[in-house]
């Protein structure tokens, strides 16, 4: 059974910063690439980061380039999204997703739509 946990959201001011994990299992790690997705409330989801784990590609959307770096422990099947210099407009609940890496090229890697299995989401609140 493939399964995604999410961990590590929680409320923080602004400037903060949070490290989000998401541990996998249940497929081959090194297959797939990881997407970490945002909801917003009253907003669609949208591609944060994603690291492909076949080759360490790693995308970003240009709202967090430089300040949510992704990282990959393969001996682990976990993923992390170091979050920093967080902003309110960060706030929301994130999700870990994940697709065979072959599906997941370029900009589809921050695709929901690439997606094949999803976490439940962790909430992320940052105050002003």
């Known amino acids: 059974e493939v399964q995604l946990v999410e961990s590590g959201g929680g409320l923080v001011q602004a400037g903060g910063s949070l490290r989000l994990s998401c541990a996998a299992s249940?497929?081959?790690?090194?297959?797939?690439?990881i997407g970490w997705f945002r909801q917003a409330p009253g907003k669609e989801r949208e591609g944060v980061s994603c690291?492909?784990?076949?080759?360490?590609?790693?995308y970003y959307a240009d709202s967090v380039k430089g300040r949510f770096p992704i990282s990959s422990d393969n001996a682990k099947n976990t993923v992390y999204l170091q979050m920093n210099s967080l902003k309110p407009e960060d706030t929301a609940v994130y999700y870990c997703?994940?697709?065979?890496?072959?599906?997941?090229?370029?900009?589809?890697?921050?695709?929901?739509?690439?997606?094949?299995?999803w976490g439940k989401g962790t909430l992320v609140t940052v105050s002003s």
């Open positions: 690291i492909r784990n076949s080759d360490g590609t790693k």
């Open positions: 249940g497929f081959r790690f090194d297959d797939y690439a």
């Open positions: 997703a994940a697709s065979p890496a072959w599906r997941a090229y370029s900009s589809r890697c921050l695709s929901a739509d690439a997606m094949n299995y």
